[in-house]
């Protein structure tokens, strides 16, 4: 089915490990972002990429690391995991940066201890 | 500024009562979407709708209506004759067309229809 997939699901992880969140779309969206939800506050944009080679920095993005080597994947790096990074991310892709509409992953529920 | 405001935190109603969630936005731009996404218990956004600045006409799907005003800056999304389903969290959003295109979010109204 055509869509976003996001993995893992669900990941707990130590404080100071490194990991790195998987999303990858099949419906040759040139644009895909990461966000994060905390409770009260909506989602945050933490990256996003135009297109494959291109990537910048969103609302939150202290911390985290993308890369877009491709037009189907937009990995997340979390290099040091914190405690504050213990949240629900999710990824989105777009036929067009602004205006499409947006495709949603299922998200990644992410604890810190 | 680019910014959407969820005034209501948390709303409940009993089941058949009409309920309108309200969402005011500010943006610079003249050309801007604004969209309403719903978040049931299981997590997943789901798309509702999306609407663009120069449409002000007001949209009616099965139960759901949005009323966008942009007088007052506001597009509201009401939900008639409510039912247990449609608990759930509900996110407005602006995409503004300017030089920063990010989708901001409002913080959220959690909706719980009881029985």
């Known amino acids: 089915n055509a869509g976003v997939t996001q993995t893992p699901k669900f990941q707990v992880l130590k404080t100071g490990q490194s990991m790195t969140l998987q999303c990858a779309q099949d419906?040759?969206?040139?644009?895909m972002s990461w966000y994060r939800q905390d409770p009260g506050m909506g989602l945050r944009l933490i990256h996003y990429?135009?297109?494959?080679?291109?990537?910048d920095q969103g609302e939150v993005p202290n911390g985290y690391n993308v890369s877009r080597s491709t037009t189907e994947d937009f990995p997340l790096r979390l290099l040091s995991a914190a405690p504050s990074q213990t949240s629900v991310y999710f990824c989105?892709?777009?036929?067009?940066?602004?205006?499409?509409?947006?495709?949603f992953g299922s998200g990644t529920r992410l604890t810190v201890v | 500024a680019q910014k959407v405001t969820q005034a209501q935190t948390e709303i409940s109603v009993v089941e058949k009562e009409d309920v309108t969630l309200d969402c005011v936005y500010e943006?610079?731009?003249?050309?801007?979407?604004l969209f309403w996404y719903k978040q049931p218990p299981s997590g997943e956004l789901v798309f509702l709708i999306r609407?663009?600045?120069?449409?002000?006409q007001n949209e009616i799907s099965g139960r759901y209506s949005w009323n966008f005003q942009k007088s007052t800056s506001s597009f509201n999304f009401t939900i008639t004759a409510s039912q247990v389903v449609d608990s759930a969290v509900y996110f407005c959003?602006?995409?503004?067309?300017?030089?920063?295109?990010?989708?901001?979010f409002g913080a959220g109204t959690r909706l719980t229809v009881k029985p």
């Open positions: 989105a892709s777009s036929y067009l940066q602004g205006g499409s509409g947006y495709t």
């Open positions: 419906m040759n969206h040139e644009y």
């Open positions: 990429s135009v297109g494959a080679g291109i990537t």
């Open positions: 943006t610079r731009d003249t050309t801007y979407y």
């Open positions: 609407r663009n600045s120069f449409d002000e």
């Open positions: 959003a602006l995409i503004p067309l300017g030089d920063n295109n990010d989708m901001r």
